[in-house]
């Protein structure tokens, strides 16, 4: 096994890959910015090393410096958790230069499925149900406009290097078409250095479920069943939740095979995750693959009690997968706490947390970097804290999270835990009957701040 894994990454999932090394015997290496050093990772590490400055791009995003602390530590292996480094191919590229072991895909797999075109042509490849659209890249207006008026609008522009939700434009009529392709294309150049085009059906409120699959190096792969993610404001997912409520066991079987199906026909190796749009009438539609651990991974620990973590560490060194596809017997349900005011358009909220109080209890999870008397930088993403909760049905999850939401206590910076009490407490939300559109018409204005 690995003896000693750099964690490329910082916050709660630094944390979360150092407790799995723990358990496994595994030497842990930190790195951190400036901005961090007193940050719990730091302290959890067996050694830590100061990297660069607080922005990213001098500290977390630097992979030189990143890999020269892996050499100087021999560290045999990299964790890069999620965002950051997590899915640059350049960087995974290196570390096999280096002969350090990135545990996450290959610079192939990601430039692959980074490609948003080229992974749609790939899964449809292998039999996964994609949306009807472009064969590939468009070449111009013309051909966009043709194509719409044979599928039907309303359709969809999306960036071929887009992803959470940039470059894309939903197109209403063939008016539209021009300024909404000349804005998608102006936007994605800017964002991604790449205008390129891919065009589909627009699916209307659909829900968006994700599969978590695991695959090995003998080009195996299994699932480990869904999460539902539609809770999202401005494509930031604030809760998620399995088993989703709009799945069946039939619809599960199909979703799960096809997602296999898709890992199996690219040999994906590691922890990956398959999102689909779901649409009213309980159609499937492939919408992109992640090629790393998921900010929402614990939800699926806590109904398959396995560590995902410790998952793609063992397939990393070369183990295959036990290769069992999971059907749910639990509920789990994570809240994602950020330092942001729910009350003023979710505007970040840094600072120093003077007081806190963390819930517990039967069925209560917190994956957290912070404590009281901590500062939180501006520099990063704002999320302090996943508060995740299981139990035997959806009504108990839902009235354990509201429970452990209100035992909660974070002074001194504002937080989500007002809205998310709110949404627990929400007919429709209860219910189950939700789509990627619900918080577009959620009322915040009663949220106490
Ligand atoms: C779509 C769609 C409807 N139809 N594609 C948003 C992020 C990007 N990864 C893909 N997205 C969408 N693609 C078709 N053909 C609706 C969305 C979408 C969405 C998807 C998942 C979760 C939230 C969303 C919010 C707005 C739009």
Not at 146 to 174: D, F, H, Q, S
Not at 272 to 292: A, H, P, Q, W
Not at 335 to 352: L, T, V
Request: hydrophobic share 35%; with cysteine; proline share 4%.
């Amino acid at each position: 096994m690995f003896k000693k894994i750099l964690i490329a990454n910082r916050g709660e999932i630094a944390l979360r890959v150092i407790r799995t090394c723990r358990e496994m015997g595994i030497k842990t290496v930190a790195v951190y910015s400036k901005a961090d050093k007193d940050s719990l990772h730091v302290k959890f590490a067996d050694e830590a090393i100061c990297i660069g400055e607080a922005p990213s791009r001098e500290s977390y995003l630097n992979m030189t410096r990143i890999i020269s602390a892996a050499e100087i530590t021999n560290a045999d292996a990299i964790h890069p958790g999620y965002g950051f480094l997590s899915e640059n191919a350049e960087f995974s590229e290196i570390c096999r230069e280096y002969g350090i072991k990135f545990i996450g895909a290959s610079p192939e797999m990601i430039d692959q499925m980074g490609d948003k075109a080229t992974a749609k042509a790939t899964m449809k490849k292998a039999g996964v149900p994609t949306v009807p659209g472009s064969d590939g890249l468009l070449k111009s207006v013309a051909e966009g406009k043709k194509l719409a008026k044979k599928i039907g609008y309303p359709v969809i522009l999306k960036a071929t290097a887009g992803g959470g939700g940039r470059g894309m434009r939903i197109v209403k009529n063939e008016d539209g078409f021009q300024k909404a392709w000349d804005d998608a294309r102006q936007e994605s150049g800017a964002a991604f250095g790449n205008d390129a085009l891919y065009l589909e059906k627009f699916i209307e409120e659909p829900r968006h479920i994700e599969i978590q699959i695991v695959g090995d190096n003998k080009g195996r792969a299994c699932h480990l069943s869904e999460r539902d993610c539609s809770i999202q404001r401005r494509h930031q997912k604030l809760v998620e939740e399995t088993p989703s409520p709009a799945m069946t066991p039939e619809l599960r079987e199909e979703m799960g095979k096809a997602a296999i199906a898709g890992a199996e026909a690219i040999g994906y190796e590691g922890a990956g995750t398959i999102e689909f749009l779901v649409d009213k009438y309980g159609k499937f539609y492939f919408m992109e693959m992640n090629t790393r651990i998921q900010v929402e991974h614990p939800i699926t620990e806590e109904v398959t009690d396995f560590d995902l973590i410790k998952e793609q560490i063992k397939v990393a060194w070369g183990e295959p997968i036990i290769g069992i596809n999971y059907t749910p017997k639990l509920y789990a349900m994570e809240c994602r706490i950020n330092a942001e005011d729910p009350a003023r358009d979710f505007r970040p909220s840094p600072g120093k947390i003077t007081n806190m109080h963390m819930p517990g209890g039967h069925g209560v999870r917190i994956d957290s970097h912070v404590y009281a008397g901590y500062v939180i930088p501006p520099n990063y993403d704002s999320m302090i804290a996943k508060l995740i909760v299981s139990g035997q049905s959806r009504e108990e999850v839902i009235t354990r999270m509201k429970r452990a939401l209100e035992e909660f206590v974070i002074e001194g910076i504002k937080t989500t835990i007002p809205f998310h009490i709110k949404l627990m407490e929400d007919e429709q939300f209860k219910k189950g009957k939700f789509t990627t559109a619900f918080l577009e018409t959620f009322d915040f204005s009663k949220i106490q701040g």
